[in-house]
Every structure is written in structure tokens, then in C-alpha cells.
């Protein structure tokens, strides 16, 4: 009996470990976790719901160190809970990683989808059309907030916060205004524009557009929103209330290839917008004209002649070949070129390009080696010409482009490379950042338009210091102190000087209303 004992006990202990294996696989499982404890906020496919989409491509931006943060303590001002009292360390490590994965298969997001997505405040379209607060509606900021994913409503005279609301995660692009500035149009990294009405601070209507979008236009009527998508690769048409129009799948016209579209920005003179491939050396522009002129696919000896079979022009495709993709693209005064940067070459030769929106092709290549943020570049009058001013991801330099003769004028060293370069056509100054750097990202650096010469910085020692918005008569330069305990700092823009300071939770972006629908030289549109 002893024998039999003996073995009983081992088949026990041996079963009792099998059970304790499986449990471990169990644990560590991070498709079952999730299922367990995220999916009733983010959905089945990790899309989004009450929370934001956990793809690969919605968490871009999110490094995997702030993921697991963020999955362990939870996250401030939001919903999302912290799971360390319910979950091991290395269950937390396992779903972090997890998240970063494809979804297998690749999920889609139909017309129909986008349709059902969308909803509207009841009561929204009564609301009376004035401002429900006492300041200028024309030098008003919306501060986009990262760290806790609000929107801060800033009077631009007084500098104080008159406002602030939860947005959606990740806002991306920058938000895009009406052109009375009363709504104003969000883009989040997973698909979602949210139409706000600034005179009565609140929200208006919803819809996804896509699961992971680039930014949104809005056209220079007002009558039109454009979105431009990563996943799934389309460009999706709304009108002023977000009600679907029209989905365009991001491909060759023989539909062999598909893309994920880089930007959409408006060209409101052309009555337009303009849409950049990132995948397809295309550029694309779609005319909300009603007496667009015909679109002629292909090549035709005379397109007055009538050759081939026209397209309608009014909200049609017209593409432009190009030899290499857009990551970004810059317009001139005229609207009529469109100036891109491309892909960096293994060589460091130049990777920018000017592209006639009228004939249809390349024209000039840009003189701009490294990695030219064109998004972010400015024009000002210069010695009898216009200029072109870019900063550069890659390199420590502002360069200077004449845009008359594509040449450059000028490389002008900075501290470190940098994303964004603001000024005003009120000031004699340029402001560019070089928050790109990792000794120098807490200096902005200020440059005489007249010299094109440094003349001064301002610093924020041992923080990150970028993104400058001028106020609407460009006297005061406001700058976001990038970080979870960040601020906005307002400064004299002739003298520099700090005039005064606004706490805020990674305040990447500001945006000032006039300057954005007048389309002022000095900021991105």
C-alpha cells in the first residue's frame, strides 16, 4: 500500500502543478485580460467606445512606458482606472505590450459604420448665435491640453482661462474653425471630429470618420469638413453638420494600390481641397466648385478638344503624378503650389519638392536636406520678394527658400532641431522652437525677419519649451511649456519678456481664432 500511496501523491502534486501551469498561461494571457477587464470600454476589436481605439496606429504617440503607467495607475480626469490592486506587474507588462500589436484581421470602418457613429446634442441648433461670454470671439485660444486630454478656452487679452472641457484622446492636426469663428472642428488620432460651438461652450454633433485619422479641413465657405485617414485608407466627405457625403478609397485609379493619406488641407481660393498620399506618388485635389472645370484622367493631346471621357470636376478627384509620395505639404500666397516634403534620402540630398496645382507636375525642387516640417513653415516679405521659412526635424536650421526662384537664401543655425516656427505679419520676428533636440529643447529661439539673423532666446531650463501662437494684433508671442505640469507663457513679442504664466497639462498646441481664419502669414492653416 505504501507504493500505491507514493504514487497517488505524485499524480496529485503532479496535477496540482498542470493546474498551477495553466493558471500562469492564464494569467499571463493578455487577450484574456483584456477581454477580462478593458473591452467594455475600448470594444471587441480594441476599436474605442467609451475609451480610445489601443491600435498600433492610435498609439503612435503613447510611448510603452506611459501605456503601462497609465494601465497601472490609471489616468487623471478620465475614466480609465488604475488596475495595480487587480493585476500582477507582469500582467500589466504583458497587456502593455499586447496593445501595441495589429488586430488580426485588419478591422474596417464602412460608410455605414460612420453613418451609425454619429450623434447630436438635442437642443444644439437652438442655441442663440452669439457669444455667451463677454471678451473678443476674434482673440480667443483654444489650448489643446495632451495630459489629460481637455481643451482649455483662453481670453487672449486678459490672458485667463475663461473655460475648459474633456476632448476627445489624442486630438491630432490641429482644430479647424468655422469662418465667423463660432464652430470649431476637432480631429482625435482615432477618428473622431467633434463639432463644438465656441460662443455657447458646447458640443454640437459627433461622428468617427475613421480608426486612425490624420487631421481634418474645413473648406473656406464653411460648407464642407474633410477628413484624411491612416486606417482605414479613405478620405471622408461631411457637410458644415457631420453628416456623411461622400467616402474616397486612397487609391491608383486602376485600384491596384492603396494609401494612407498624409494630410488634407483647404486651399480656399481655389475653393478646394488638397490631398497628399503617403503611400502613392499622387496629389490629389478635390474642388467643392460647383463649376469646377471637367477632369480629364490620363493623357489627352488638347483637353479642349474634349479627348477621352471627362469626369465631373465638382467634388471629383483631380491627381497629380508625382516620383515620390507627401509626407507634409506648404501652400504659396496664390495657392497655386503646393510645397511637400518627401521621405529623407539615405544620401541627405534635398527631399522637397514644388508642385503647380494648375499644370499638374512637379515644377522645382526645394534646396531643403534633413527633414524639412514644411507643416510648419512661414512666408514674410523679404529684399523685394516672399520667402519661405521651414524648420527641420532632423537638423539644427531654418532654412530660407525664395519663392520666386525656389533658391535658397539662407540657412540660419539653431540650437537643435525643431518642430514648429510662428510669427505674425505685425511683428518683425519669427519664433522657432527646437524641441527635437535633446540639449536644446528648452530654448526658443528668436529671429529677425528683416536680417534673418538670431537676435534672441528665451529658455525654460530642463523642461520643454515649443509652439508658439501670436495673439490677434501679434503684441504678445504664447508658448506651451510641454509637460504633464506645463504652462502656457505669454510674452511681450518685442521685448521677450515674460508678462505672465497659465498652468496646463501638456499644453501641446494653441490656436488662436483670428489668426487661423484670416489665414495669417504667420501660422499654419
Known amino acids: 500500500m505504501k507504493p500505491a500511496a507514493h504514487w497517488w501523491k505524485f499524480a496529485l502534486a503532479a496535477g496540482m502543478l498542470a493546474m498551477a501551469a495553466d493558471m500562469a498561461r492564464a494569467q499571463a494571457d493578455p487577450a484574456a485580460l483584456y477581454r477580462e477587464h478593458c473591452v467594455a470600454c475600448h ?4 476599436l474605442g467606445g467609451m475609451g480610445p481605439a489601443l491600435l498600433p496606429e492610435s498609439l503612435q504617440r503613447v510611448r510603452p512606458a506611459e501605456a503601462t503607467s497609465v494601465i497601472a495607475k490609471g489616468r487623471t480626469a478620465t475614466q480609465m482606472p488604475g488596475f495595480a490592486d487587480k493585476l500582477s506587474a507582469e500582467q500589466i507588462a504583458a497587456l502593455s505590450k499586447w496593445i501595441y500589436t495589429p488586430v488580426t484581421p485588419a478591422p474596417t470602418w464602412s460608410e455605414a459604420q460612420i453613418r451609425a457613429s454619429r450623434s447630436e446634442v438635442e437642443g444644439a441648433a437652438a442655441l442663440p448665435a452669439r457669444p455667451a461670454w463677454k471678451a473678443d470671439p476674434l482673440n480667443v485660444f483654444l489650448v489643446v491640453e495632451g495630459g489629460d486630454h481637455h481643451v482649455s478656452v483662453v481670453d487672449g487679452d486678459r490672458f485667463e482661462v475663461m473655460h475648459r472641457f474633456a476632448s476627445r484622446f489624442a486630438l491630432h492636426g490641429g482644430p479647424k474653425f468655422s469662418p465667423d469663428g463660432r464652430f470649431v472642428y476637432f480631429g482625435s488620432r482615432d477618428g473622431w471630429i467633434t463639432k463644438y460651438d465656441l460662443w455657447n461652450l458646447a458640443v454640437v454633433v459627433e461622428v468617427r470618420a475613421g ?42 485609379l486602376d485600384g491596384r494600390a492603396s494609401s ?12 478646394s481641397f488638397v490631398v497628399a498620399l503617403k503611400d502613392i506618388p499622387e496629389l490629389w485635389e478635390i474642388s467643392y466648385d460647383p463649376k469646377a472645370e471637367p477632369i480629364h484622367d490620363g493623357l489627352v493631346h488638347d483637353y479642349k478638344m474634349g479627348e477621352s471621357i471627362a469626369k465631373p470636376g465638382y ?53 531643403l536636406a534633413g ?16 520667402v519661405l521659412a521651414s524648420p527641420n526635424l532632423k537638423d539644427g536650421v531654418v532654412q530660407v527658400i525664395d519663392m520666386k526662384t525656389w533658391k535658397s537664401v539662407k540657412s540660419i543655425q539653431t540650437p537643435g532641431p525643431g518642430f514648429f516656427m510662428r510669427s505674425h505679419e505685425n511683428s518683425p520676428y519669427a519664433w522657432v522652437d527646437s524641441m527635437m533636440s535633446t540639449t536644446a529643447k528648452d530654448t526658443l529661439t528668436i529671429i529677425d525677419k528683416r536680417t534673418l539673423e538670431p537676435v534672441a532666446q528665451v529658455k525654460e531650463p530642463g523642461r520643454t519649451l515649443a509652439h508658439i501662437e501670436y495673439t490677434r494684433d501679434g503684441r504678445h508671442a504664447l508658448a506651451s511649456v510641454w509637460e504633464l505640469d506645463g504652462a502656457i507663457v505669454v510674452y511681450d513679442a518685442a521685448t521677450f519678456k515674460e508678462v505672465k504664466r497659465l498652468p496646463m497639462s501638456k499644453p501641446v498646441g494653441k490656436y488662436n481664432v483670428w489668426n487661423k481664419i484670416s489665414r495669417s502669414e504667420g501660422t499654419s492653416h
Request: proline share 6%; glycine share 8%.
Open 43 to 46: 470594444g471587441e476589436q480594441r
Open 315 to 367: 467634388l471629383g478627384v483631380r491627381r497629380t503624378p508625382l516620383d515620390e509620395p507627401l509626407d507634409d505639404f506648404f501652400f504659396d500666397q496664390s495657392y497655386r503650389h503646393v510645397l511637400g516634403a518627401t521621405r529623407p534620402k539615405s544620401d541627405g540630398s534635398p527631399s522637397a519638392q514644388v508642385v503647380n496645382l494648375d499644370i499638374r507636375r512637379r515644377i522645382a525642387a526645394l534646396p
Open 371 to 386: 527633414m524639412p516640417h514644411l507643416g510648419s513653415g512661414i512666408t514674410f516679405a523679404w529684399n523685394g520678394t516672399t
Open 211 to 252: 480608426l486612425n485619422m490624420r487631421n481634418v479641413a474645413v473648406s473656406g465657405d464653411g460648407q464642407w469638413v474633410m477628413a484624411a485617414n491612416y486606417l482605414p485608407h479613405t478620405v471622408a466627405l461631411f457637410d458644415a453638420d457631420l453628416k456623411l457625403q461622400r467616402v474616397y478609397e486612397a487609391a491608383t
Open 260 to 271: 494612407r493619406v498624409s494630410a488634407v488641407y483647404d486651399a480656399q481660393p481655389r475653393r
